[in-house]
């Protein structure tokens, strides 16, 4: 009988084929071939950037620096953080709330002073971990050193100059029958301020301050909110005497007084410039009745005009005043208050051929227009204000070549003393002036 050998069969070797492509396919499953195989992960726990809404960081990121500081504004009461991961697999906290790589956390309130921000990063694997810090510095509020005032006003008596925040001295005139007064400050800003030595409310009216006769100084020191700023406004009140008064010269009420706009109510103004340019003058005046012991008289219409810079008067055209018909610069009524006071803001006065610089003015008891004037005179300006004044850019005419003294001028030849105006300030900020009208 024959004998075959196992490796010449054909079936044999099929077999064996077989046996082998199984053992192949199973070595290549055991090789991480198979889909069942897990991924790998990292211990990578560090930022690729970090970047705040507000402020910078110092020193600038890098990813292996974990401390930072960043400086605010005491503006800023909140900020937000950006961190971004440098394995995207790792996951990121900020202050202990999960934040996505690249996404901005949420607000993050500022106190006043240090504030500490935590980044935590950790990796893929899990337990690997960074943290960087960033320690927030929000700068405290900058106190005001403004140390002005938005108002001050008095209980009696009216300030000259009008009040404003950078001009700090004022005077101001009452009658004797005002034997005391009280001043209302209001700060400009949010600090503090004493009268007299006495603190005071902002807008609050003072104490009771006792006026003797003659003059009383009143002072108003402003504290800055930083405590450090200080401005000081000097108040010059004077009491007039009892029965000391001496009555006002009459004069003329020419030229052009322009009766007709004594029925119009647009006259009755404090300021009467209109469109009129020149340098600014701030004329009170006190009405006292020497029948009455020299009282202030309170209620009386006070009307005044005068000329332009250029010395035209509104209301008129002439060959001397041309083309001035219809209008109404520099004319105004005011009624005295209880201190016998009115106060226009006007400009100082030019000239013309003829007379010497002046005002008209014309008293009218209880406010009657409609009757004729109690008392009509002419107040006169100190002749080196005048000329200062006349030297100025704005007033071209240049001096007065026609009167060049009052001994000269046909109002006032006969004496001023009566007339004369008080000022006081320069050109850049204007004048005030002031005179009681005393009638009888």
């Known amino acids: 009988m024959p004998h075959h050998s ?28 198979g889909s069942s195989s897990t991924a790998a992960t990292s211990s990578v726990a560090t930022l ?80 690997t971990t960074k943290t960087y810090t960033v320690v927030v510095t929000r700068a405290a509020a900058t106190l005001s050193s403004d140390a002005t005032l938005s108002a001050l006003t008095l209980s009696a008596g009216s300030l000259s100059p009008a009040f404003a925040a950078t001009t700090t001295s004022y005077t101001a005139t009452v009658a004797n029958s005002v034997s005391s007064l009280t001043v209302s400050a209001t700060l400009a800003g949010s600090g503090s301020l004493k009268i007299n030595g006495s603190t005071v409310s902002s807008g609050a009216a003072s104490g009771s301050i006792a006026l003797s006769v003659g003059s009383n100084t009143v002072t108003v020191v402003v504290t800055a909110a930083d405590g450090v700023s200080t401005q000081t406004y000097t108040l010059t009140v004077t009491r007039s005497a009892a029965g000391s008064c001496t009555l006002t010269a009459t004069e003329t009420d020419g030229p052009y007084p322009l009766y007709a706009i004594l029925t119009n109510s647009a ?20 009405v006292l009745s020497t029948g009455s012991n020299c009282a202030a008289i309170s209620g009386a219409g006070i009307y005044i005009w005068h000329c332009d ?27 005295t208050d209880s201190n016998g006071q009115v106060t226009f803001t006007t400009i100082y006065p030019g000239w013309y051929a003829g007379r010497i610089t002046h005002i008209h003015v014309q008293v009218y008891l209880n406010d009657n227009l409609a009757v004729s004037a109690t008392a009509t ?9 005048t000329t200062a004044v006349y030297n100025s850019a704005l007033y071209t005419k240049g001096q007065n070549t026609s009167v060049t003294s009052f001994s000269a001028d046909n ?30």
């Open 48 to 127: 690729a950037g970090l970047s705040l809404s507000a402020g910078s960081l110092s020193p600038a990121f890098a990813s292996g620096t974990t401390v930072y500081a960043a400086s605010v504004g005491n503006a800023v009461g909140s900020l937000t953080v950006s961190p971004t991961a440098t394995d995207s697999g790792a996951t990121i906290q900020v202050n202990g709330s999960t934040v996505a790589s690249g996404s901005a956390s949420a607000a993050i309130s500022l106190s006043v002073g240090t504030n500490t921000v935590t980044v935590v990063v950790t990796a893929s694997d899990g337990s």
């Open 411 to 440: 109002v006032f030849s006969d004496g001023t003393s009566t007339e004369m105006l008080t000022l006081s300030g320069d050109l850049s900020t204007g004048y005030s002036a002031n005179m009681t009208i005393s009638i009888a």
């Open 377 to 385: 005179t002419q107040l006169a300006f100190p002749q080196t204000i």
């Open 309 to 335: 810079k250029d010395g035209l008067y509104s209301g008129y055209s002439t060959s001397n005043n041309a083309g001035q018909s219809g209008l109404t610069y520099l004319r105004g009524i005011q009624v």
């Open 6 to 33: 196992s490796g010449s069969h054909p079936l044999g070797r099929r077999h064996a084929f077989a046996l082998v492509g199984t053992l192949g396919a199973l070595a290549l499953s055991s090789c991480g071939g």
């Open 267 to 286: 006259i009755v103004r404090s300021d009467i410039r209109e469109s009129k340019t020149g340098v600014p003058l701030t004329l009170t005046l006190t």
